[in-house]
C-alpha cells in the first residue's frame, strides 16, 4: 500500500512539475472561483483553508474574500506530529506570517494566543491540500497522515464538509486507500485539463 502510493505521488509530481505557470494561474482562477461559489462555501461561518505551496491550487485569494465575507478562518499550524487550525485575524496577519523551509506560511511555534478551531465550537467547511484526488472524494496526502489524524478530531466536535482543491493532472482514476484514510465530500478541480 505505502509503495503504491508512493509509486503515485512520484508520478503526479512530475506532471505538476511540467506544468507551466500560465496552466497554474489559470487553473487555480478557475477553481478558487468554483469554490467561492459553491453553496457550502457561502453557507460556512467558519472555515478552515490550507496555505498553498508552490505545487498547490492557490488560497491566498479565499483567504482574502472569506476575511472580507467576515468568515472566520483558521489556517493550520504543525507542532511536531500535530496540526492545529488557528485562527488567522486579517490578511495584514496573513502576510506577516513567516514561511517555513517548505515555503510555506505558518504561525512561529511560539504564538499560542491564537484561537483554536476545535476548542471554539468546531469548523463548517475545510478545503483540504492533497497530492492527488479522485472524482469520488479519495485523496492522496504527503504521507504524514496530519489531515486524516486532524478530521477524525474535528468530526467529534461537528462534522465538517470536505473539499480538495485540485490541478487537472492531479486527478486520478483510482488512489489506493486505508481505513485511516479520509475521504472528501467533493474535489473541484478544472472541467478539461488546458491544452
Known amino acids: 500500500m505505502q509503495a503504491a502510493k508512493q509509486t503515485l505521488r512520484k508520478q503526479i509530481k ?10 497554474r494561474t489559470s487553473q487555480t482562477s478557475s477553481v478558487v472561483q468554483k469554490l467561492l461559489r459553491h453553496k457550502k462555501y457561502k453557507e ?8 498553498s505551496m508552490a505545487n498547490e491550487i492557490q488560497t491566498s485569494e479565499i483567504l482574502a474574500h472569506a476575511l472580507g465575507a467576515g468568515k472566520k478562518v483558521y ?7 500535530n496540526m492545529d487550525m488557528v485562527r488567522l485575524a486579517s490578511m495584514d ?29 468546531g469548523l463548517d467547511l475545510i478545503v483540504v ?34 473539499i480538495g482543491l485540485a490541478y487537472s493532472v492531479q486527478m486520478c482514476e483510482t488512489i489506493p486507500t486505508s481505513d485511516h ?15
Not at 44 to 51: D, G, T
Not at 144 to 158: H, L, R, S
Open 129 to 162: 491540500p492533497g497530492v492527488g484526488f479522485t472524482p469520488s472524494g479519495d485523496r492522496l496526502g504527503h504521507g504524514k497522515g496530519y489531515y486524516d489524524t486532524y478530521i477524525e478530531k474535528a468530526n467529534k466536535i461537528k462534522i465538517p464538509y470536505l
Open 44 to 51: 460556512s461561518s467558519r472555515i478552515s483553508v490550507y496555505l
Open 181 to 195: 484514510d479520509k475521504p472528501l465530500n467533493e474535489v473541484l478541480t478544472c472541467d478539461k485539463p488546458d491544452n
Open 14 to 23: 512530475l506532471k505538476l512539475k511540467n506544468m507551466t505557470d500560465a496552466e
Open 93 to 121: 496577519d496573513y502576510n506577516s506570517l513567516p514561511e517555513t523551509k517548505w515555503k510555506i506560511k505558518q504561525p512561529p511555534d511560539a504564538d499560542v494566543s491564537r484561537e483554536n478551531a476545535l476548542e471554539s465550537g
Open 75 to 81: 489556517i493550520p499550524k504543525y507542532v511536531g506530529e
